[in-house]
């Protein structure tokens, strides 16, 4: 008991300064090879007999690098006796985690860590990224499984078979013609999470996302000899809008597995660690054949694929002076973004009216089916059986590589005189001419004067000037913004946080009476769902230490991160206590949660 309390002594009387001995050095994990598809870790350590305070350090602009999370910090301390002086020692790392963008070499510049207010500055780190696999392991004897690299965290690469692939329904499509587009995570190790970290945009593509469930779609497939289970993570229609090659970028995730440990005890019970990967497909490419000039009809519009026409008129008998409805259905499977309405050819003693399109783009799990309808408006000039010529729709079919051409009947009407006469006939919204053509006009003494102000001088036209001034920076704006969501996936994530937890509060609001431990469950999910989205990493297996460290990484003070960590044990505690599920208690705990996610919200 004596070197124990000899060893406390002597740390209380040391002092709390910055150290004179601290050595800052960064590192690159792991050491060796490190492909496209290694997550690779920025290990900043700082060593010194006593640390002081250590500000997360500014990452500058890496090249082929950008980071995907972190910082997670760890202390530890060491002790050592010397001709009875007691040594102390004490290390402090910080630790990012990066993704290569692709293949090459890559390049970490030199930065600034500051440790008690003093700038120690790091070397500048450069290492090579070789291309990852892409496909299935090769036909080896003596496959293993998820290894434990003894890093705290990762998953040794080398030994996962777990690979992303993206792949086209056809390697070459004319241009307009849509196309599948699957990506697909062959899994020969059980997964226990899945974040995008790169979703490419698609440059010359029209994409529509299709429905996928990676649950209730898995499949188990063969390659090289090895089972794999197969999740489809995303489906996509793509339309090319111009022809030539076109190249899809490579999608990119993390996915999170357990690792396989060497203690057969935690083996048997399933407590293997939890470690991340990076996986990202390849790069595909598209050839697009333009649409062929010969044969090309002159009304032809754009529409390729096939495609059956139906015309249909609300009825066929009326008087003169009524108007009678012809709608003309085009639909099938293609691609009718740039279709236009076929032309109606009206006799002379008919009057038609500029169409009402209608469009319903009805898409299915593997093909874009499309509908498109236009109505127009009719009215027969004189009475009689009259007969309106039916329209003609000519579309591009890639199956036959030609063009072909549908046309409709449109019944023949047949008109009663009625009571009204041809000059007087007017359609529906259509104001009615007047029957005389003179109208006597009623003689004015004395000067004219504007009952009101000019139109350009009226109030209302000048903010109809200036409104396009005004809201174009706003949807410049939105715009950006939208785009921003869309392509930082990250950034949704962070925005939507709020949001989505008060949206799970409620709902266990709503099931307090059902089940205490339910409740509970829901509580801490939405403080945990909470963090983990604002710092877009998996809630799953985050620990109390862990969610401190995130909270204290973006400038969250003690008070608030105590009040958070001191809800989550509440919540894990009153799992088990009967009276938990009291009204009072309740309601009481989440009030907290909501005034613990507002505090968060003013500091980030």
Known sequence: MIRPLLVLAVLAAAPVGAADDVHVTASVLPQGRISETSQIR??????????????????????????????????????????????????????YFLVASAAGPAEIPAFDVVVGGTAYRTQPLRFGVEAGRTGPAPATPGSRGPADDGEGGEVEDASVDVFLQAKLGAPSVFSGQPVRLDVTLYAAAPVNGFTWTDVPSLPG???EDLPVDPGADRRVVTMNGRQYNAY???????VPTRAGALAIQPFSAQIQLRRATHDPFASFFSLGGLGNIVRRTGTLKLDVKP?????????????????RMKSVADRTSLDLGD????????????????????????????????????????????????????????????????????PAFSYFDP?????????????ELTVRRGNASGEAVASRGEIQANTKDIAFLKMRRGTLEE??????????????????LLLAPAGIAYGRRRERFLRDHGFARARRAARKSAKRLDRAMHRAGDSPTVFHEEVAGALVDYVADRANRPASGLTYDQLDDIL???????????????????????????????PQAVLDLVAEARAILRALEDVE
């Open 42 to 95: 920025l290990v900043i350590r700082v060593d010194g007999s006593s640390i002081p305070e250590v500000t997360s350090p500014k990452l500058p602009a890496m090249k082929n690098l950008h980071v995907t999370g972190g910082p997670s910090s760890a202390r530890n301390s060491s002790y050592t006796f010397d001709n009875g002086r007691i040594m102390s020692s004490s290390a402090l790392t910080l630790t």
């Open 205 to 207: 593509l029209w994409a």
């Open 232 to 238: 489809p993570v995303a489906r996509k229609l793509v």
């Open 291 to 307: 649409l062929p000039e010969a044969g090309r009809p002159a009304d032809y519009s754009g529409a390729v694929g096939s495609f």
């Open 323 to 390: 108007a009678v409805a012809v709608r003309v259905t085009i639909e099938g499977e293609g691609s009718l973004q740039s279709a236009v309405a076929p032309r109606l050819a009206a006799p002379p003693e008919v009057k038609v009216y500029e169409p009402k399109t209608l469009e319903d783009a009805m898409t299915g799990a593997d093909h874009l089916g499309a509908r498109k309808t236009w109505e127009w408006v009719v009215v027969p000039l004189i009475p009689g059986a009259v007969k309106v010529p039916g």
């Open 399 to 411: 199956a036959t590589g030609s063009y072909k051409q549908l046309n409709a009947e449109i019944p």
């Open 451 to 468: 009952a009101r102000p000019p139109l350009h001088k009226r109030g209302e036209f000048v903010a109809l000037l200036v409104l396009p």
């Open 552 to 582: 204290e990484a973006k400038g969250v003070p003690p008070e608030p991160r105590r009040r958070y960590r001191s809800c989550l044990e509440t919540c894990d505690f009153a799992r088990f206590v009967p009276d938990s599920g009291k």
